[in-house]
């Protein structure tokens, strides 16, 4: 069964996932320590990925893609043509800046995807990223979550403007819907309702 959770106006459903997720190749990057122990998250702005890892990656002749944001800037003007059809999107990590993206596509909604990959799911930038392509660069299209993606994750991710998910493989996707029901009415607002409780509701002495 399928691990990929999408919202439709607001309603959760177990989806088919049209979209092929292009990887970039392994590398041997050395593990990061600091005072002796090994550093689990990635600085924001790390450079993590080598010239020869983009000019690798493996990008599939047909079909729906997404690809990593690395490879989506340098090989560019190789998927022009597919860009213009609406058949790529672009992910990336938590670590990564934003703001690259923005800069090399100045227009996100001319992506129909975009998804953002959390590498441990204590990794709480996934929810700013989420805020930002939202609410300052004003995407609209699908924005997706994959990675370490855990059921009590998904209503805040929600909150932040993610409408797909992608459950991890040792969990059910199933019993993650029910999550995004976890609380009635939430008080402060966020992307998904901007306006906190007591702007949403008229009381009266």
Do not use: C
């Not at 929810?127 to 930002?132: I, V, W």
């Amino acid at each position: 069964m399928s691990n990929l959770i999408q919202l439709n106006q607001g309603i959760a459903n177990i989806a088919t996932d049209a979209w092929t997720l292009v990887q970039l190749p392994a590398s041997q990057v050395e593990e990061r320590k600091q005072a002796g122990k090994v550093v689990l998250f990635k600085l924001t702005g790390e450079n993590t990925v080598t010239n020869e890892q983009i000019a690798t990656t493996a990008i599939p002749a047909t079909g729906k893609i997404i690809v990593p944001l690395s490879v989506f800037i340098t090989r560019k003007n190789e998927l022009a043509s597919r860009i213009q059809q609406g058949e790529v999107g672009v992910w990336l990590a938590t670590h990564e800046v934003l703001e690259h993206l923005v800069k090399d596509q100045p227009d996100l909604n001319t992506l129909p995807i975009i998804a953002i990959h959390v590498e441990r799911f204590a990794d709480g930038r996934i929810f700013s990223l989420g805020t930002l392509l939202r609410t300052r660069y004003g995407y609209k299209n699908e924005l997706r979550a994959f990675g370490d993606v855990l059921r009590d994750q998904l209503y805040f991710l929600k909150r932040s403007g993610f409408t797909s998910f992608q459950i991890r493989a040792d969990r059910s996707a199933q019993d993650a819907i029910a999550s995004l029901n976890d609380f009635s009415v939430p008080y402060q607002g966020a992307v998904d309702e901007p306006r906190p409780v007591f702007q949403r509701y008229n009381r009266t002495a």
